[in-house]
């Protein structure tokens, strides 16, 4: 059985709506030394045509090693959606982990010049920033358009079919219940608080919007019986296809995780996202991308009391939004790239 990395995210996000990376990248090497085996089990026990990982860092550094490369015939393909670490602090120690860690970025440029070898970036050019990887290394975008081959935005569905929200409520049972917020934290637990934080702020709410519907959407690792909030609350765990609720909502609330931001941004839905604090990806990385797109309010856990998430709240629900349209046939593309290698 493969190392589930997500337990030591779990572990190393012990209070607050916070996720130092960097411990978790080194705290993760061990999980990924388990699957570093079970991959090398799998490819060296039959023949494959293709090989496709998704953010399988472990397994492109594992790749590197020239002996291991040569021992597997079938082209491999790795799909990013971010490039390049930052350090969220003026730690010198946590600073010197970093660059060691964007030293490994740099080299992919290197990697992915073997033509057996093919690196698939879903998104856009202007999604990486043009910061440099550190002291005499090359800066993220430069290295992302050497490595990697931009497909634009993947969704699991078209905005256009979403259009028609009073429809979509009926067919989730959401006709007839007023306003309705989603709050979600996706496929991790360390979301728990921001839940909870949404749990305090809505009697402030209901006081001022009746008709209000709160969602909380604990997502496949948190339990719903875990959470201390109102009792007349919508609380679910794992929730399938939940765009579609998004679609049928006024306002969400979520964490910054990628996918679920650019279905919120696709939608044209208003949002408020909270980034994971000391997580470079969703502070700089996402953040970025969606003050790009002119899309969702960017809010901070630590300094957000249940007044002021309440405040937000009763202001966005139901506000129009103008983000402006995104390209999401990266699907396509990736798919044209991928059948090029077979």
Same mark, same amino acid.
């Given at each position: ?5 997500? $337990? ?6 012990? =209070? ?21 085996? +079970?991959? &090398? =089990? ?12 998704? &953010?399988?860092?472990?397994?492109? &550094? ?5 002996? #291991?490369?040569?021992? *597997? /015939?079938?082209?491999?393909? #790795? ?18 982990? +970093? ?10 440029? %290197? ?14 050019? &202007? ?40 429809? +979509?409520? /009926?067919? $989730? ?13 996706? %496929? ?6 921001? @839940? ?15 008709? $209000? ?30 765009? /579609? ?5 006024? @306002? ?14 696709? @939608?044209?839905?208003?949002? @408020?996202?909270?980034? *994971?604090?000391?997580?470079? /990806? ?14 969702? *309010?960017?809010?901070?856990?630590? =300094? ?8 937000? *709240? ?29």
């Amino acid at each position: 059985m493969y190392a589930d990395d997500t $337990l030591v995210a779990k572990k190393s996000a012990k =209070q607050g709506h916070r996720l130092n990376l960097l411990k978790y990248l080194f705290k993760a090497m061990g999980s990924w030394k388990k699957n570093v085996k +079970i991959f &090398e =089990q799998v490819v060296g026990s039959e023949k494959f045509d293709l090989i496709i990982a998704d &953010e399988a860092y472990e397994i492109g &550094e594992a790749l590197k090693n020239k002996k #291991m490369r040569d021992r *597997i /015939e079938a082209p491999f393909v #790795m799909i990013y959606d971010f490039l390049g670490n930052f350090s969220m602090s003026w730690n010198p120690v946590e600073k010197f982990g +970093i660059y060691l860690w964007n030293r490994k970025w740099a080299e992919i440029t %290197g990697f992915y010049s073997d033509k057996r070898n093919t690196a698939l970036f879903v998104g856009e050019p &202007e999604d990486v920033p043009l910061t440099s990887l550190g002291f005499c290394l090359p800066g993220c975008r430069e290295v992302a358009e050497k490595a990697c081959h931009f497909t634009g935005y993947v969704l699991p569905f078209d905005p256009s079919s979403y259009t028609d929200k009073a429809m +979509i409520r /009926e067919k $989730l049972g959401y006709d007839g219940q007023g306003s309705l917020v989603i709050c979600s934290i996706g %496929g991790t637990s360390i979301g728990r608080d921001l @839940l909870s934080l949404c749990g305090k702020a809505y009697p402030m709410i209901k006081k001022q919007i009746p008709d $209000l519907h709160m969602v909380l959407v604990c997502g496949p690792r948190l339990s719903a019986d875990s959470l201390n909030v109102p009792k007349d609350l919508d609380v679910r765990e794992y929730v399938p296809a939940l765009h /579609e609720h998004f679609a049928a909502c006024d @306002l969400a609330i979520v964490q910054a995780g990628g996918t679920t931001t650019l279905e919120l941004t696709a @939608l044209g839905k208003p949002f @408020l996202y909270f980034p *994971i604090e000391g997580h470079w /990806e969703q502070q700089i990385h996402v953040a970025s991308r969606l003050a790009r797109h002119q899309a969702g *309010i960017k809010m901070q856990y630590s =300094q957000t009391t249940p007044e002021i998430l309440a405040e937000m *709240i009763v202001s966005n629900i139901g506000k129009v939004v103008t983000y402006p349209p995104i390209h999401t046939d990266g699907a396509q593309k990736a798919a044209q790239l991928i059948n090029q290698l077979l």
